[in-house]
């Protein structure tokens, strides 16, 4: 009996041991770690946190505890990184070892690691520099990139002109355009705007895109591992994201059954053929997984964030008719109402110009940036971010600085004209994020939101159902998006 109770005892003392140990290691690393509020037990921070509004929540807190602090989103910290200097620090300057991606457990759960977007290490490296030759090189076929996109701006536009007046809900029209572009990318196709598999494929999108931000889905990516074994909308999330990637598997069958290798016209066939140049090498990245997860990635990104910066560049519109009517004449004067617009009018619209940039850094679409994370323990200034650690970079922080944008709260085109009235670039325009991890899809989103915009307000008058100055532009939602709220207008032909 005297040997089983110090046997017990042994047992115990070692039990404490390691447990004193790892609470040790655990709390030395966070006095490692950038300062921020104390976190509780299994919750972490989110006393502190809003989860209708994240991103206000963590600028607060980063004017509290200083421009890099940490926060702890349940038993996991992250590294909020606020203001101009701390994230071109990380994300250039240190770009390196910020060239992580960080985990969207929702996300996770379904793609896996894979495709373009949620990959990390040498696969990302090898996809995301096949997607921007890809996509850079888009001389496949025997239209340019731009002639896509100016040929699809006219559908919308003819799809608008159908409405014939009267007050819409402009979501889904405008969401069929970008669609098409990327439609176009993958898979050299396009849809009419009343094809039943399109309206599935947009249904789909639209509502991930806005359920992502939502409070369920915040919290389920705090404790997926609990979460995820209750009914809940996270299961109809997931499920929409799998018949996402179906429609993309579908495609590629579709190629697959009649390969176009030698002379490839769109990503797909140009993926299929980087596959069948790698056959042999057992390590490829180029595989059936990473195609259809990068694909989805394409749709998801290239279809929602510029439907929503229209639709939120409409509604700004109205708020502000002085400002439409200076769009008006400027595109006028120099393109006329007959004309295409092209590429090459940009810089002869300089205020056309400045208004699309504070759209973009009025609403500030991705406030809190994709979460990165470090590939390796990693000195910042004088803290070290152990390898792993999720970092966000909040860009609306930079996107809203005082300094460089006098009243950043007010929508005014001046914050990017000289006193010539010229465009007026600025490094702290970053709405597509900056570095090595910045949005691949940056130069299409640019085209279609410039050429996009200038077709309709070419042929249409935006008249809202009520007095612009009651015109409600904050967002609906704001967790991984700042989302416009709904509205109807009426488009007036010019």
Not at 212 to 217: A, F, Q, R
Not at 221 to 234: A, S, T, V
Not at 424 to 432: A, L, N
Not at 449 to 462: A, D, Y
Request: glycine share 6%.
């Amino acid at each position: 009996m005297e040997l089983l109770g110090i046997t017990t005892l042994a047992l115990m003392v070692c039990v404490t041991c390691l447990v004193f140990l790892s609470v040790w290691k655990k709390n030395h690393k966070r006095r490692r770690l950038p300062p921020g509020p104390t976190p509780l037990p299994i919750i972490g921070n989110l006393m502190q946190l809003n989860l209708k509004d994240i991103p206000a929540s963590l600028s607060k807190l980063a004017k509290q505890y200083g421009p890099v602090c940490t926060v702890y989103f349940g038993s996991q910290p992250a590294v909020v990184l606020h203001g101009y200097e701390a994230v071109k620090e990380a994300l250039i300057d240190q770009g390196d070892e910020f060239l992580g991606r960080g985990i969207i457990p929702i996300i996770d759960d379904t793609q896996g690691g894979y495709g373009l977007v949620f990959s990390n290490g040498e696969r990302w490296k090898q996809i995301r520099r096949f997607s921007l030759m890809t996509l850079r090189n888009f001389g496949m076929g025997k239209r340019s990139l731009e002639e896509r996109v100016q040929e699809e701006a006219q559908f919308l536009v003819e799809e608008l002109r159908k409405t014939e007046a009267q007050p819409f809900d402009p979501t889904f029209i405008l969401s069929c355009a970008p669609c098409n572009v990327i439609c176009s990318i993958l898979f050299n196709d396009r849809f009419h705007y009343d094809n039943e598999t399109f309206l599935s494929l947009m249904n789909l999108l639209n509502a991930n895109f806005r359920q992502i931000s939502s409070p369920w889905i915040q919290i389920y990516n705090l404790w997926p591992q609990i979460i995820k074994h209750l009914p809940g909308e996270h299961r109809a999330f997931s499920k929409r994201l799998k018949d996402s990637r179906s429609f993309i598997l579908e495609k590629v069958k579709e190629h697959q059954k009649s390969p176009n290798l030698n002379n490839p016209q769109d990503y797909i066939d140009c993926f299929l053929s980087k596959m069948e140049q790698e056959k042999q090498n057992p390590d490829s990245e180029f595989h059936l997984e990473n195609l259809i997860n990068s694909g989805s990635n394409l749709f998801a990104a290239g279809t929602e964030t510029t439907t929503s910066t229209l639709r939120y560049g409409l509604l700004l519109l109205m708020k502000h008719p002085e400002v439409q009517a200076k769009v008006h004449e400027e595109i006028d004067r120099v393109i006329g109402r007959s004309q295409r617009p092209c590429m090459q009018d940009k810089m002869k619209l300089p205020y056309t110009e400045a208004v699309l940039h504070e759209i973009q850094r009025y609403i500030a679409l991705l406030p809190s940036n994709l979460p990165h994370a470090t590939v390796r323990d990693t000195k910042f200034r004088e803290y070290i971010i152990p390898k792993g650690t999720t970092v966000l970079p909040l860009l609306s922080s930079v996107l809203h600085d005082c300094k460089e944008f006098p009243n950043p709260e007010k929508f005014d085109p001046g914050h990017f004209l000289d006193k010539d009235g010229s465009f007026r670039k600025t490094e702290y325009f970053v709405p597509f994020s900056i570095g090595k991890r910045a949005c691949a899809g940056e130069s299409l989103a640019r085209m279609e939101l410039f050429l996009f915009f200038t077709t309709i307000l070419q042929h249409f008058v935006l008249k809202p159902l009520k007095e612009p100055k009651d015109l409600e532009t904050k967002p609906i939602s704001v967790g991984l998006f700042n989302l416009p709220p709904p509205f109807k207008l009426c488009l007036i032909p010019r």
